[in-house]
C-alpha cells in the first residue's frame, strides 16, 4: 500500500544541466500534480495532469519547464538548464478523482550550484 | 499578493497550553483544507472544510470555516510537542483543479 513515490529525494545539479524528476502516483490515482515549494514560502501550484494530458499548466514558466504523464510509468517534471532559482522542493500530489483529497509524496529537493 | 494569510507566521509555545492559528483571504472558497507539514516530509492532510460556519473536532484540534467561506481557524487544546510542525491552509476556489496555499506557520511546541 505504497504512498506517493518521488525520486529523487535530493538532487544537485550546476547551472545549465537538466533535472528530471520522478513521480508514481498512489496505486488507482490518475490525477497528479507538481507543486514547488521555496524556503519560507507556502506551496505553488505548478501543473495538473491525467494519463497522457495536460490538464492545467498555468502555474509553469512558459520555458525551461515540462510536464509529462505517460500511459506507462511515471509523472516527469523535467526543468532545462536550471538557473539557481530553482531550487527547491518539488512536491508531487495524486488524486483518485477530481476534487478528491490530495495525497503528498515527501518531495524532490533540487540544489543548483 | 498573497491569497491566503496565514497568521502568525511562527509561534512557540509550551506544551499543555492552547493555540488558535488563523487562514484569512478576502476570496471565497468552495472548500478550505489544512495540512500539516513536518521538516524533509510532504504536507498530510488533516481535515477539509466545505460548510460555512462549519467546525470540525480531530481529538485536541478544532477547525472552523468562516461564515462567509473566506477565512478559517485552527485551535490546538493541550498542545504537546508531537504537534510541532508547519501548519498549511489551502483552498479550492472551485471551477480549478489547483489548490492555493498560505505559507503555512510553522509552530514549535516545547517539552
Known amino acids: 500500500n505504497a504512498g506517493v513515490m518521488q525520486n529523487p529525494r535530493h538532487l544537485v545539479r550546476r547551472r545549465g544541466q537538466e533535472a528530471r524528476l520522478r513521480c508514481s502516483p498512489m496505486k488507482g490515482h490518475s490525477h497528479v500534480y507538481w507543486y514547488r515549494q521555496l524556503p519560507e514560502e507556502g506551496l505553488k501550484f505548478m501543473v495538473y495532469l491525467q494519463k497522457e494530458n495536460i490538464i492545467d499548466e498555468s502555474g509553469m514558466p512558459k520555458e525551461r519547464f515540462s510536464a509529462e504523464f505517460p500511459k506507462e510509468g511515471p509523472s516527469i517534471l523535467r526543468i532545462q538548464q536550471v538557473v539557481r532559482g530553482d531550487s527547491a522542493a518539488y512536491f508531487c500530489?495524486?488524486?483518485?478523482?477530481?476534487?478528491?483529497?490530495?495525497?503528498f509524496g515527501e518531495g524532490s529537493r533540487l540544489t543548483v550550484l | 499578493t498573497q491569497l491566503l494569510e496565514q497568521s502568525p507566521q511562527f509561534l512557540s509555545i509550551q506544551e499543555g497550553e492552547n493555540l488558535t492559528v488563523y487562514c484569512n483571504s478576502s476570496?471565497?472558497?468552495?472548500?478550505l483544507q489544512w495540512y500539516r507539514q513536518e521538516p524533509g516530509e510532504g504536507p498530510v492532510l488533516l481535515v477539509t472544510?466545505?460548510?460555512?460556519?462549519e467546525v470540525k473536532k480531530l481529538k485536541r484540534l478544532t477547525f472552523q470555516f468562516g461564515d462567509a467561506r473566506k477565512d478559517s481557524s485552527l485551535h490546538i487544546t493541550a498542545a504537546q510537542p508531537g504537534d510541532t510542525g508547519l501548519y498549511l491552509c489551502a483552498g479550492d476556489q472551485g471551477g480549478s483543479e489547483k489548490l492555493v496555499f498560505g505559507k503555512g506557520t510553522k509552530l514549535t511546541v516545547n517539552p
Open positions: 476570496s471565497v472558497f468552495s472548500s
Open positions: 500530489a495524486s488524486s483518485p478523482r477530481t476534487g478528491g483529497e490530495l495525497f
Open positions: 472544510v466545505v460548510t460555512g460556519g
